[in-house]
């Protein structure tokens, strides 16, 4: 199982960018998916989570309002729609996956993708 983040790049503060994450077949249809960010120095934390179905979100408090996951199972992506963006939102950008629910403790996901940086400027 394989995925692959991509999107990322400098944007200055209060724009958009969209981060999608590709993977098989195999790897989206039986787990949940998440993005989590790495900034330098700092610890990876949680930013974003959605269920198999799609039916259920849940977001980081940080980007709550300005970013939006979304998953389209039949073609294998899973996107993160990042608005108004900050200073604060640069980090390493990782998709990952995982068999059941969608939690927010990174240590419960086993597949990662190779990550994708973001860099907004103010």
């Known amino acids: 199982v394989q995925l692959q983040a991509s999107g990322g790049g400098l944007v200055q503060a209060g724009g958009s960018l969209r981060l999608s994450c590709a993977g098989s077949e195999r790897a989206f249809s039986n787990n949940a998916m998440a993005w989590f960010r790495q900034a330098p120095g700092k610890e990876r934390e949680f930013v974003a989570a959605?269920?198999?179905?799609?039916?259920?979100?849940s977001y980081a408090d940080s980007v709550k309002g300005r970013f939006t996951i979304s998953r389209d199972i039949a073609k294998g992506t899973v996107d993160l729609q990042m608005n108004s963006l900050k200073p604060e939102d640069t980090a390493v950008y990782y998709c990952?996956?995982?068999?059941?629910?969608?939690?927010?403790?990174?240590?419960?996901?086993?597949?990662w993708g190779q990550g994708t940086l973001v860099t907004v400027s103010s």
């Open positions: 959605i269920s198999r179905s799609g039916a259920t979100e």
């Open positions: 990952a996956a995982r068999p059941g629910s969608p939690y927010r403790d990174s240590k419960l996901y086993g597949t």
